[in-house]
């Protein structure tokens, strides 16, 4: 067992602000257990394995809140959650 | 129409390569080796008189009635115990042997009362047909003698022979005036059950059948019937017949309780179910039944139903009856208000695990052809979709890998997180008999449950690892099998992706997953992890069975990988008695998964972002749809409390009871303009309804369940919808009036719509279930008779993938405030929510949910048995009495979740499985004390049941 990856980010939106901010810190979690569960995987496959298990399991809204939240301070999540950002896909507009 | 009736060959028919030769009253007949005279002349349809044989038990030979005569032997061998054999003669009928059997049954009716034509088996009884059999004229001996059938002797005085009725089980009466010993309800009770209740006390003319020393209901009996059905006379028998009489025509059906799928005859007076009988030839059951099938069906007809369609503007309305159109209407039109207000995406629904594959999949269609969204998810989120994720990914398809009937040959069985004596009693007991006949028994679970240990039951090794740790625990045993050696290389080799295996071999070796390390989380000792490591991978076919106790967790999906890694590194998938097998919660979450209920994917499990397979639905319904995967159930209820989802559609479902954190559930489906529920009773979701469709139970529907084993099983309608229509028409109905066009004339048009889009149910229609009885998908031109076993040669995916499965504690914790974890689960006698169970006589078995507490946690707090406590998580806080209980380990309390009053998941969290959001049901952390009041939700929810469920205005019953 090595260290989590669903630390909290102390910058992101904490809950009992809003109920906005509620759903994303949740959002914030469900990435994170997702990092989490890849992270025994070497960076090259868990990064695109990271924004696959999203990219199909999350509604283009979660995806688009999840992005925008963190669109300017990707910095502000953790390593294999930061470098998946980019390969989150937003929704398609149809 | 008439009654179904199975034969009875009288003792079991054997399984054997080799066959013989026999001549029975000089016809030759032709039968498996081992096969008794009685079977074997059965066969050929020669019915040997016969009392204490049938076909469900091993025989016996104590009636002496079934004596036959055989060439070259002396005497007048019985021919239940004599095995057939190769040119052997046989003579069923002579003089002699018609002597000897009038003989045995003139003693029997000597000891029997004469009143067969007020008997409550009048017309059912077999120790009637024999005495017709035989011939029997008179009874020589008279009947006032020695006797266990009057209460009082011709002088008046109490007959001590004499044995009162014991009507204490609520299902059926024990008459002991009536039995003639022929210990067929004895032999039930053990070897088709398994649960020993039933015994003879005395000897000789005091010989009684007894449920141990107390009454039927006190003792261990578990009303599954078998003893009912075993029993040749009106000893043992529903209270129905008894109330009703014989039943005059049946229909097969299947169950509506558990995963397991029994099939039953329904046996009916015209539109009455008169009992409901396990179906010998139905596969899933083979002839055996649990509580809850056999006997509580009664909720169908309860008064509590609702039948008429029913509406209200404001949850805090009182409901208003209304026409169906009228309703259908109202519900159309909010959902388009709601969408054009709103947006396409403020809109969903959730299918049933209960209703039939043909109702879900017309459901799932609604959603994505009529809303035009993908908004649709089922029970399976709350119970086995890591099943789906974790062998998918392992082993390219999210089957179970067995039929139930591959335990008869495993060796080695591990149970991980199932309780199945409670949870699926029926396949329970063919688990036991496997057990009993040597295999062995690994059970990890935090409790100490019945399969641990209980009559001729006993686990070689019990891992009460504490909860949340699983995958902790099974990177131990896989750290064994490669660590010592126990890897099966040529499987590995042969059958499996290489480079996964290799990364997979070392990162289980690492120290960490060591049991010495991981001992310190699971609390289980390191010595026992090995034994049973090294058991399951060397002790011949091993099988892992698995439940809820896996899935409900924030690792649910990694540790059903954990366990595929394990048997692919020993072997263990692709051939009878081996595999990995969970065991499927209700009857039809099986199917509903595979109809397309999930948000992602169209039926047969493809994702919606194919597009080819898009485009095949696209042209079959003749709209497009949409490539985006929708809201999971949980991710519905978060977008409606921040406002963003408005209107949901569910059938037959009771998230605010049977979901986590019922505070959110309920804040959730309160925020939404329009909840349509569709279900045969006000259940507590409805409460926060504003239309009321009335569903139909499954005796009123024609359609088919898919049951744990992947078996697709007809349910067959035995009387009309009360409601006046059937489910699948008022999902029509709803389509419709939102725009979108469907035209069914009977369930078997969408089953044949199912088989046309669906590549694993191509070979599924309701012409060859009705012909095979059944089938297993997948069910194509490959496999047209359907799959039995999966991964027979190869995997489903090509190359069996190994994951790494590291071990990620939830971060669900204990605490000083929250020092204790709470697991959740069930219990034999009530289902699910409750709903069905609560409303039957099963109550006089668990008529409320109790915490279970180990004795030191009882003691420092002053808890004593059947304290009222007071049970507190991060969530909330409920009032339930205390049941102080060695089963639990030091640490752990448990509770289920079967009262809505309780209200078990108001405790629950929002923690869940990091691939599918399956909730964290198995850990809370919680803190338990004395107290003397329910808690301030329970006080607003007894207030809301009622203030929530006014009905004002009452049609009359004319009105459609």
New interface residues.
């Given amino acids: 067992?090595?260290d989590?990856v669903?630390a909290q980010d102390p910058a992101a939106p904490q809950a009992g602000h809003s109920?906005?901010d509620?759903?994303l810190a949740?959002l914030l979690?469900?990435a994170g257990?997702?990092a989490?569960?890849f992270?025994?995987?070497p960076e090259a496959e868990a990064v695109p394995a990271i924004a696959d298990?999203i990219n199909?399991?999350?509604?283009?809204?979660?995806r688009n809140d999840f992005r925008a939240a963190y669109a300017d301070r990707a910095d502000a999540l953790p390593p294999p959650l930061r470098q998946a950002l980019p390969l989150i896909r937003p929704?398609?507009t149809? | 129409m008439s009654l179904i009736k199975e034969i009875d060959y009288g003792t079991p028919i054997r399984i054997a390569d080799k066959t013989v030769t026999l001549s029975i009253d000089g016809q030759s007949v032709t039968v498996p080796a081992g096969t008794s005279v009685m079977a074997a002349a059965m066969s050929l349809g020669t019915k040997i008189p016969k009392l204490c044989a049938t076909d469900s038990l091993e025989p016996f030979g104590s009636c002496r009635l079934c004596l036959v005569e055989i060439e070259g032997r002396r005497g007048t061998p019985a021919s239940c115990t004599t095995p057939a054999e190769e040119g052997m003669v046989v003579r069923t009928q002579s003089e002699n042997l018609s002597g000897l059997r009038k003989g045995v049954m003139e003693l029997y009716i000597s000891d029997h009362p004469l009143d067969c034509l007020t008997c409550s088996a009048n017309g059912d009884c077999e120790l009637q047909d024999m005495a017709g059999a035989v011939g029997l004229r008179e009874v020589r001996y008279g009947y006032e003698g020695e006797n266990h059938v009057f209460a009082r002797g011709s002088d008046g005085l109490a007959n001590e022979n004499w044995l009162a009725k014991d009507t204490s089980n609520p299902y059926f009466t024990y008459d002991p005036s009536k039995c003639i010993v022929c210990n067929r309800c004895v032999r039930a009770c053990e070897e088709v059950q398994g649960t020993f209740a039933l015994t003879i006390t005395g000897r000789g003319f005091d010989s009684r059948v007894a449920a141990g020393p107390t009454d039927f209901l006190g003792s261990e009996c578990v009303s599954c019937g078998a003893c009912v059905q075993a029993c040749p006379t009106a000893t043992l028998i529903e209270n129905k017949v008894i109330e009703h009489g014989q039943p005059e025509h049946s229909k097969v059906t299947t169950c509506a309780y558990c995963g397991v799928g029994c099939s039953f005859k329904a046996e009916m007076q015209g539109d009455r179910v008169i009992r409901m009988v396990p179906y010998k030839d139905g596969k899933a059951n083979e002839g055996h039944s649990c509580v809850k099938g056999r006997f509580a069906w009664g909720y169908a007809t309860h008064k509590d139903r609702i039948t008429k369609p029913m509406i209200r503007e404001k949850i805090t309305d009182p409901w208003r009856e209304v026409t169906w159109q009228e309703a259908i209407d109202y519900a159309a039109s909010e959902f388009k208000r709601i969408q054009a207000q709103y947006g396409r995406e403020s809109v969903g629904a959730i299918t049933s695990s209960r209703c039939t594959n043909e109702e879900v999949f017309l459901v799932q269609k609604l959603v994505r052809a009529a809303f035009r969204n993908n908004n649709v998810d089922t029970c399976a989120r709350v119970c086995h979709s890591p099943t789906g994720y974790g062998l998918k990914t392992t082993l390219g398809t999210s089957a179970g890998t067995q039929d139930f009937k591959s335990v008869a040959k495993a060796d080695v069985i591990l149970v991980i997180g199932a309780n199945p004596t409670d949870g699926h009693p029926v396949f329970a007991s063919r688990m036991k008999k496997r057990i009993r006949q040597g295999a062995k028994l690994i059970v990890a679970d935090p409790r100490k449950i019945d399969m641990v240990e209980s009559p001729h039951i006993k686990a070689d090794h019990h891992l009460p690892l504490k909860p949340g740790t699983n995958v902790a625990l099974l990177n131990a045993l896989g750290h064994v099998v490669v660590t010592e050696g126990l890897i099966d290389e040529a499987y590995v080799r042969e059958r499996c992706d290489l480079g996964d295996f290799e990364h997979w071999a070392r990162f289980v070796a690492r120290e960490e997953n060591a049991p010495e390390a991981s001992e310190q989380f699971t609390g289980v000792p390191a010595a026992e992890v090995r034994a049973a490591a090294r058991l399951y991978a060397t002790g011949g076919n091993a099988a892992i069975y698995y439940g809820l106790g896996v899935t409900e967790h924030s690792q649910g999906s990694t540790t059903v990988m954990a366990m595929a890694n394990l048997a692919m590194a020993t072997g263990n998938i692709g051939r009878e008695g081996v595999g990995i097998n969970p065991l499927r919660g209700q009857n039809n979450v099986q199917g509903s998964c595979d109809m397309g209920s999930f948000p992602h994917e169209f039926s047969g499990y493809r994702h919606v972002a194919d597009d080819a397979t898009r485009q095949v639905f696209e042209m079959m319904w003749g709209v497009p749809l949409d490539p985006e995967q929708g809201l999971r159930i949980p991710n519905m209820l978060d977008e409606a409390v921040e406002g963003s989802f408005k209107g949901l559609y569910v059938q037959g479902e009771d998230i605010a009871q049977s979901d986590p954190n019922t505070k959110h559930v309920t804040a959730g489906l309160a925020a939404m303009e329009c909840v349509v529920i569709q279900d045969i009773f006000l259940n507590e979701t409805a409460k926060y309804a504003h239309v009321f469709l009335p569903g139909a139970s499954f005796l009123e529907k024609d359609g088919t369940f898919t049951n744990a084993e992947r078996r697709i099983n007809r349910v067959r309608q035995v009387m009309a919808p009360l409601s006046g229509k059937d489910e699948w028409q008022v999902t029509i109905e709803l389509a419709r009036a939102l725009g979108y066009e469907m035209a069914y004339g009977h369930p078997s048009e969408i089953m044949d719509e199912i088989a046309r889009l669906t590549p694993s149910f191509a070979g599924v229609s309701y012409d060859k279930l009705d012909k095979l009885g059944s089938v297993q998908w997948p069910c194509n031109d490959k496999a047209p008779t359907g799959t039995p076993l999966m991964h027979v040669d190869r995997f489903v995916r090509g190359k069996g993938r190994f994951m790494i499965t590291e071990f990620v504690p939830t971060e669900e914790r204990t605490g000083p405030r929250f020092p204790l974890l709470l697991t959740t689960g069930r219990i034999l006698s009530q289902y699910n929510v409750g709903a069905q169970t609560r409303r039957t006589e099963n109550s006089a078995w668990h008529d409320e949910d109790v915490l279970e507490i180990h004795p030191l946690d009882a003691e420092s707090r002053g808890i004593r048995d059947g304290d009222l406590v007071a049970l507190a998580s991060r969530s909330g806080d409920i009032a339930l009495r205390a049941e102080i209980s060695e089963r639990m380990q030091p640490g752990v309390v448990y509770t289920t979740f079967h009262h809505a009053q309780t209200g078990a998941n108001v405790i629950t969290t929002d923690f869940s499985d990091w691939a599918t959001n399956c909730p964290e049901y198995k850990v809370t952390a919680v803190e338990v004390r004395r107290t003397n009041a329910w808690s301030s939700w329970q006080e607003k929810n007894f207030e809301e049941d009622i203030t929530l469920r006014r009905i004002a205005e009452r049609l009359p019953d004319a009105a459609e």
Avoid: C, L
């Avoid at chain 1, 199909?56 to 979660?62: E, L």
């Fill in positions: 067992m090595t989590t669903t109920v906005h509620d759903n949740k979690r469900m257990q997702i989490d569960f992270k025994a995987y298990h199909q399991f999350w509604t283009g809204r979660m929704a398609r149809s």
